[in-house]
């Protein structure tokens, strides 16, 4: 009996000593909810060039540029020589205001009021960050900006909505060049 304890005893040990195996998942992912985002975000950004190469073709009288960073842009009023552009850290002091690509305003030049801005250090959306640094002082451009390059699919939880291209027109009255020690 005693024997036999011992033996159940020790098949018991055996058992309870086995290495763990690893679990085998429920359900395999197979990425597809990423490749339809994917999808999703490559025609909204077909859409939307091809809405802003309309507003270029139906213009011809006007030259559009199109930046490295994904937006076009045209000079209103060009400064040909003299003063740089902005670089990090520069005051830039600016006007501003947004439309639509159907040129309905969204917010007018009065309601942003001039703003002053530390160049790359002080919040923007990121084509209006990167236009301002195409711009010299005394120059209006106007911007074509596609949604990534503008609010995006977050939009400014005020008048602007999810994935809404911009237009902007920008003034730039003073760049003031940033101290150096």
Not at 64 to 88: C, D, Q, R, V
């Amino acid at each position: 009996m005693k024997k036999l304890i011992h033996l159940i005893f020790f098949a018991m040990l055996l058992v309870a000593c086995k290495t763990p195996e690893a679990r085998r998942p429920v359900s395999v992912k197979t990425g597809s909810f990423i490749d339809k985002s994917v999808e999703r975000n490559r025609e909204l950004n077909q859409k939307e060039e091809d809405i802003i190469q309309e507003i270029i073709n139906n213009n011809p009288n006007t030259t559009y540029l199109a930046s490295e960073n994904g937006f076009w842009y045209h000079y209103n009023t060009k400064i040909e020589e003299g003063t740089n552009m902005p670089k990090f850290g520069d005051a830039v002091n600016f006007n501003y205001d947004i439309k639509d690509l159907n040129g309905k305003v969204i917010y007018t030049s009065e309601e942003l009021k001039t703003k002053d801005y530390a160049v790359d250090q002080e919040e923007l959306f990121s084509g209006l960050r990167e236009g301002i640094k195409l711009m010299k002082a005394g120059e209006t451009v106007t911007f074509l900006f596609p949604s990534q390059q503008a609010y995006g699919y977050y939009g400014d939880t005020n008048r602007i909505g999810t994935n809404i291209p911009l237009m902007c027109k920008v003034t730039i009255n003073t760049i003031t060049k940033k101290e150096t020690n």
